[in-house]
């Protein structure tokens, strides 16, 4: 059974840091692409940054420069390190995985990140 299981979102004060996780499980994680993607309520979910199995890495505009995509594959784990965060970074985030042999995609259950003015 794949499984994606994320942590690290909660309440931090605008200009500070998260870091968020998400650990894989039931796939061969360093096969697949990984990402991450954030919603708003009444909004459709959206990308924020992807990692490809071979490495490239691609960012939302909008977080350029303050966040960082990274994986481990030797723990099955890609992260997401938020800096300087913003009000607008208010949103539930969402681990996903794109399997490489059937393409179907995984999704985690979301984790809220609180930006607090």
């Known amino acids: 059974q794949v499984q994606l299981v994320e942590s690290g979102g909660g309440l931090v004060q605008a200009g500070g840091s998260l870091r968020l996780s998400c650990v894989a499980s039931?796939?061969?994680?360093?096969?697949?692409?990984m990402g991450w993607f954030g919603q708003s309520p009444g909004k459709q979910r959206e990308l924020v940054a992807l990692?490809?199995?071979?490495?490239?890495?691609i960012y939302a505009d909008t977080v350029k420069g303050g966040f960082t995509i990274s994986r481990d594959n030797a723990k099955d784990t890609v992260y997401l390190q938020m800096n300087s965060l913003k009000n607008e970074d208010t949103d539930v985030y969402y681990c996903?995985?794109?399997?490489?042999?059937?393409?179907?995609?995984?999704w985690g259950k979301g984790n809220l990140v609180t930006v607090a003015s």
């Open positions: 996903k995985q794109k399997r490489k042999y059937d393409e179907i995609n995984d």
């Open positions: 039931g796939s061969i994680f360093s096969i697949n692409d």
């Open positions: 990692i490809a199995s071979g490495g490239s890495i």
